[in-house]
């Protein structure tokens, strides 16, 4: 059953999102609202995470390492000057779109083997992650203005 390598994937991906959100949290701390609302982002991911243990232990978790590579792309030290902020955040949003994406695929194996308990669980990732995406999609949008056009 291949599952247990998505069921991998999702769960270090959200520990791995947890672990940049609060990385660019601490990185841009004197945005109140990024260092704050990265903080509460994590939290959700760990605990998303950790709603996916008994999961991952009923159908034999494959720890792939897709997340840390993506991780390590996106995130080379945190960043300084007038981008820093864009930047940071647009990584995480490709981070937590990957998170998205999996989530879906879950679900639908999920639906496939009729395992109502993995549904929620996954309804209740995707509802939160949608939020994560709309949170940080529209926080680049309030920083690229001036990342982008005042800053020099």
Request: overall charge negative; proline content about 3%; aromatic content about 4%.
């Amino acid at each position: 059953m291949q599952l247990a390598h998505y069921l991998g994937l999702l769960h270090r991906a959200q520990d791995t999102l947890a672990d940049a959100l609060l990385e660019v949290g601490n990185a841009h701390a004197d945005e109140a609202d990024i260092a704050q609302l990265c903080e509460q982002q994590a939290e959700l991911c760990r605990a998303r995470a950790a709603a996916l243990k008994p999961f991952a232990d009923r159908y034999s978790e494959e720890a792939p390492d897709e997340p840390e590579r993506l991780h390590s792309q996106l995130f080379r030290g945190t960043r300084n000057g007038g981008l820093a902020v864009l930047r940071d955040l647009q990584d995480l949003y490709l981070m937590a779109a990957e998170c998205d994406l999996c989530w879906t695929l879950v679900g639908q194996a999920a639906q496939g083997l009729r395992d109502r308990e993995l549904a929620e669980v996954v309804e209740q990732g995707e509802a939160e992650t949608a939020i994560q995406l709309l949170w940080l999609r529209g926080r680049m949008k309030q920083a690229a203005p001036q990342a982008l056009v005042v800053a020099g």
